[in-house]
């Protein structure tokens, strides 16, 4: 069996703001070569998290690790095999999305080819355009080439796709799928549910500061077990039954009906609802 080893452990992380309590005892473990998507509302603590272990904010307490060594004690070499995609890069609207990437590529050790990088997140043909005629999308993947020029281990996003029209995250999917699959560590917070059932092997949901729940999309609060609903249409109208064992009903309504059943449908709740459930949505 291969060793599983971990990018990101985190145990007992707090976080206070004067006397609000922004990470209340998150314990979190990140595993080498995994994507993990970090879900939570809106001041559940995610950006404070995130910007605990890219080393931007001190904790208040608690003990973290990231590539093994403390993201608050880092040095150069550390932040080298880290990549930061923040909300928004800085401002360099007079230089063309070539020369930004070029200019980052010096900041790092073993920098990839800054061309290979535009053309990699779909900047190709916009490298010789000054920064600030790019779209909003189009400065997105710019951030994400800032990102990965250094060749990084582990990769924060920090809500990627914010802005993007569909077809732009689609794309977007892609580059994040590319890089997971050649091994890049991603750490992403989304508030998109169907961004993080695309990309995440894990997601963890946040809410008041705590991590109620870690597991993959497709398991998250029970999601996997029981609670299907199967719908027809039967002869006095659309009809629903709840089940844990789909298939056995399904086989049944086949031998009542004959062969196919009208108007088949099987589902199981999305991650949506289990996500609004668990973090007490209009309750
Ligand atoms: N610098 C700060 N000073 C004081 N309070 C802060 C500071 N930064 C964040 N907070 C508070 O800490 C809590 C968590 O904020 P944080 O930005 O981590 O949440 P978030 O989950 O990233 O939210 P969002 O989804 O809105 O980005 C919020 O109540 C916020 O008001």
Redesign the pocket.
């Given at each position: 069996m291969v060793a599983v080893t971990d990018a990101i452990t985190v145990r007992g992380l707090h976080k206070a703001?004067?006397k609000?309590v922004?990470?209340d005892g998150v314990d979190l473990d990140v595993r080498a070569g995994e994507v993990f998507a970090l879900l939570?509302?809106?001041?559940?603590?995610?950006?404070?998290?995130?910007e605990i272990l890219e080393g931007f904010r001190k904790r208040t307490s608690g003990d973290v690790r990231v590539l093994g060594v403390d993201p608050h004690q880092a040095d150069e070499a550390w932040r080298a095999r880290v990549g930061v995609v923040l909300q928004s890069t800085g401002e360099f609207d007079d230089l063309t999305a070539r020369e930004v990437v070029h200019h980052f590529a010096n900041y790092y050790p073993s920098a990839a080819d800054p061309d290979e990088i535009v053309e990699r997140v779909g900047l190709a043909e916009k490298r010789d355009e000054r920064t600030r005629t790019l779209s909003g999308g189009q400065k997105r993947r710019l951030d994400v080439a800032l990102g990965i020029i250094g060749r990084p281990e582990l990769l924060f996003l920090d809500?990627p796709t914010t802005g993007f029209d569909p077809e732009a995250r689609r794309e977007f999917w892609g580059l994040i799928r590319d890089l997971a699959g050649s091994g890049t560590t991603i750490l992403l917070?989304t508030?998109y549910l169907d961004e993080a059932e695309a990309l995440a092997d894990r997601v963890g949901v946040?809410s008041g500061?705590k991590l109620i729940a870690v597991d993959s999309p497709d398991r998250l609060g029970g999601r996997g077990q029981g609670g299907v609903t199967v719908g027809w249409q039967g002869p006095d109208g659309p009809a629903t039954e709840r089940t844990e064992t789909p298939t056995a009903l399904v086989a049944r309504l086949a031998e009542q009906f004959g062969g196919e059943v009208p108007g088949l449908t099987v589902t199981r709740p999305s991650l949506e609802d289990v996500y609004l459930r668990m973090i007490g949505a209009g309750e």
């Open positions: 703001y004067g609000h922004a990470v939570g509302p809106n001041g559940a603590g995610k950006t404070t998290t995130v809500e917070t508030h946040l500061g």
